[in-house]
């Protein structure tokens, strides 16, 4: 991912797939004209890196030259056609090939035509390396197209934001997703999860998906998902993974513009970790980190026995069963440690002390993301 000015972006197009592209609109492009010289025409800025990488593939003589227009503003294109560099040779009876970088609406091929209306060339052929069809709303032949793309926004490859992005050999599209901070929280029980999360909640305008809450609030609800999870449950089946997954996603979109999200409870399995990265790389988002309260056993028996002479919990007041949950916790979880460790998302936040100290503990992890 790389940042532009205020926008972030995502990698779409590598140096690889553009290079074959343009050596295919390159062996097209030749094989049609034959032996005419044609003189390729760029049209400035975004063209001057397309422009090169063709012409130093073209396998016979040719003349290139450029002309210079502006129609982009920020991230839209405008009506307004500026011609900055006009046409400063004679073409009468020469084949043009126009080389764009990118074709959107088509008002600055539109205004490449107005050009060449009276320039009496032999013939007009327009090439562009990226094309949006969804975008394009005039009538002229496009002769030769590199590669069709979705209406969004790119940079990269001689395509700018606002001045940025020019130089980088790949192409990068906008994420329809602005930036969010993902968090998985990870604990044993008695590590103080909860009261963590309502404070990382508060800090960072975070929204808080405890997986537990969300099958009770289906289920109560009577949605579908819920009662298609409620299905597996009565007949002391696991609910499989895409049925949670489908909760959560309903959870995220019900969020779309929020900062982040914490997850809590979820994933368990690396299946599930795997699910989870998978729904958030479809919202263009991802899961930045995975971060768990380490707490020593001992600390925690000690505080869940004392949670448990006042919460009545029946599972708070017997030590071997603490134990046991705490065990099991080491168990379950060793192998999403692994998952985010092996992605650089690991992030033990020691949770002995006091709450405040904690809390700034995992400010520090969270800052850093
Ligand atoms: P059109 O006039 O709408 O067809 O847009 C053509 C010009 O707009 C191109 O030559 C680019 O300079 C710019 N443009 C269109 N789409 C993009 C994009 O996705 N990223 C960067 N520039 C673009
Ligand atoms: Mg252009």
């Given at each position: 991912m790389i940042k532009l000015h205020d926008l972030y972006f995502k990698p779409f197009i590598s140096e690889q797939e553009i290079d074959t592209a343009v050596q295919k609109m390159v062996d097209g492009i030749a094989d049609d004209l034959g032996d005419e010289v044609p003189v390729f025409i760029g049209i400035l800025n975004g063209s001057f890196m397309l422009v090169s990488d063709f012409v130093k593939k073209y396998p016979k003589p040719c003349e290139v030259t450029f002309i210079k227009l502006a129609s982009y503003e920020g991230v839209k294109s405008t009506e307004d056609i500026q011609r900055l560099i006009g046409l400063t040779q004679d073409l009468t009876g020469r084949t043009v090939v126009i080389l764009e970088d990118i074709i959107d609406s088509g008002n600055t091929l539109e205004e490449v035509h107005r050009i060449f209306e009276?320039?009496?060339?032999k013939q007009l052929i327009i090439a562009t390396l990226f094309y949006k069809p969804e975008a394009y709303n005039k009538?002229?032949?496009?002769?030769?197209?590199g590669m069709e793309i979705p209406n969004k926004f790119i940079v990269g490859y001689g395509l700018d934001y606002n001045g940025l992005g020019?130089?980088?050999?790949d192409v990068y599209q906008l994420k329809t997703t602005q930036h969010m901070t993902n968090i998985v929280l990870f604990g044993p029980p008695g590590a103080g999860k909860g009261t963590q999360a309502n404070f990382l909640k508060e800090k960072y305008d975070l929204i808080h998906i405890s997986t537990g809450d969300v099958f009770r609030f289906n289920i109560k609800n009577e949605t579908a998902l819920g009662m298609l999870a409620k299905s597996f449950m009565d007949k002391g089946e696991l609910v499989p993974d895409q049925v949670t997954i489908d909760m959560l996603n309903k959870e995220v979109e019900k969020n779309a513009g929020a900062n982040g999200f914490i997850f809590d409870?979820?994933?368990?399995?690396n299946a599930q970790a795997k699910a989870l990265d998978a729904l958030m790389e479809d919202k263009d988002s991802q899961i930045d980190a995975m971060v768990a309260l380490e707490v020593d056993d001992e600390v925690l028996v000690e505080r869940l026995l004392k949670r448990g002479e006042t919460s009545g919990r029946t599972d708070d007041a017997d030590e071997s069963i603490i134990r046991n949950r705490i065990k099991q916790y080491y168990t379950k979880t060793a192998v999403l440690k692994d998952y985010y460790t092996d992605q650089n998302k690991y992030f033990g936040v020691d949770g002995v002390g006091s709450v405040e100290d904690i809390t700034v503990r995992l400010s520090t992890v969270i800052d850093k993301l």
């Open positions: 009276n320039e009496n060339v009538d002229f032949k496009l002769h030769y197209v020019r130089d980088l050999p409870g979820f994933p368990r399995t």
